[in-house]
């Protein structure tokens, strides 16, 4: 499978992205959530300016599984979403991703957010039957976007925020396993809201990127989640919308000093940046990132590489092999930190964390 990770280490800066309509390192599409419940065969309709799906709860699994569901590639919707990943794909210079709304968020759409919730604790397996099929539609969208060429495969799923953590791993972490685990691109996972208790739950999805929201801690992210996983965020968008250059800038720096250890981060936006944000806040931010100093690659690798033999060997391996190598004061201290940070989180002993100084 292809690693995120390893594109990263192409750049020798800051990777920089951000949800709204500037360039940047990386593009994802996302079909969304009511295109995905039409083609599945439901109806929508307009009140306003928006478009929703007329809700459909079902009562019982068996009501579900009666349901004419469409899954297939040939509705209008998802066509329409496939012919635009292929004209990105033949334009874009970047890494872009293909994508979707995550299954919970689409069955939310479905059957009406509320009574999603309520059929967590009342219909669980109602709930079950209506994540199958939507999932189902999303294993096909994934493979033919995989097919068509796509760098990766990003979901959003900002509906996972709104259960418990213990829930979250029922009726969310095995469904987008299935996705990421059918695909050999990597599996990006965007989780809207306060995702701090539920960094488990979204890391057993086998998700090689979890980008979160600007209201979760990201640095306790960063230092909880195993090297190899890309951390993306978590610049605050209303502050992009409604803030100054110079209030913008502080954030921006602040959030790369806290960061500047970890080569599997991303400086983004926490979440979609509303269009009626001034340009010039956004491009600001991917500036700053693309132009703050960090280490060089070979310094990364051995910071991360030195991480890991402390976490598998103990501080007095760890100690020999700076000595012998003549480790920088700052890389030995960076990588001393992270290791310990590790351990403190439990994920220190993972057998990914075996990568050698050879390498």
């Known amino acids: 499978m292809r690693k995120l990770m390893d594109e990263l280490y192409r750049f020798d800066r800051r990777p920089v992205y951000a949800i709204y309509g500037v ?30 799906v007329v809700p ?47 299954p919970l968020t689409v069955a939310a759409c479905i059957v009406g957010v509320e009574e999603c919730v309520r059929m967590v604790h009342k219909r669980p397996e109602a709930l079950h039957a209506v994540l199958r099929r939507v999932t189902d539609f999303m294993l096909l969208l994934a493979r033919e976007e995989e097919r068509m060429g796509a760098d990766s495969f990003w979901v959003a799923e900002p509906v996972a925020s709104l259960l418990s953590p213990r829930s979250c791993r029922v009726f969310c972490t ?34 090689q990127a979890l980008s979160i929201d600007w209201c979760t801690d990201l640095v306790r992210y960063l230092e909880a989640v195993p090297g190899d996983v890309v951390v ?7 502050l992009l919308w409604q803030g100054t250059p110079d209030e913008v800038r502080a954030a921006v720096e602040t959030l790369l000093r806290q960061t500047r250890d970890y080569k599997n981060f991303v400086l983004a936006t926490g979440c979609q940046v509303p269009s009626a944000a001034p340009r010039e806040n956004v491009e600001l931010m991917l500036d700053i990132g693309r132009s703050f100093p960090v280490w060089s690659n070979d310094q990364y690798r051995l910071i991360h590489q030195l991480a890991n033999l402390y976490c598998q060997s103990g501080s007095t391996a760890f100690d020999v092999l700076c000595t012998q190598k003549d480790v920088p004061a700052e890389l030995r201290c960076a990588a001393e930190n992270m290791a310990r940070r590790r351990l403190e989180n439990g994920v220190g002993k993972r057998a990914d964390a075996k990568a050698s100084l050879s390498n």
Request: contains cysteine; negative net charge; aromatic residues 8%.
């Open 23 to 52: 360039p940047s390192d990386f593009g994802f599409a996302c079909m969304d959530k009511v295109s995905i419940a039409v083609d599945l065969g439901f109806k929508a309709q307009q009140a306003g300016v928006v478009t929703a």
């Open 232 to 238: 993306m965020g978590n610049i605050n968008p209303m």
């Open 174 to 207: 095995p469904y987008l396993k299935e996705i990421f685990g059918a695909i050999g691109i990597p599996g990006v996972l965007h989780v809207c809201g306060n995702t701090d208790p539920h960094l488990g739950a979204l890391l057993e999805t086998g998700a």
């Open 56 to 102: 459909h709860p079902f009562a019982t699994a068996e009501e579900a599984e009666r349901f004419p569901w469409k899954v297939s590639l040939d509705g209008a919707q998802a066509r329409a979403e496939l012919d635009a990943l292929r004209g990105w794909l033949r334009d874009s210079a970047v890494h872009q991703g293909g994508g979707c709304f995550g």
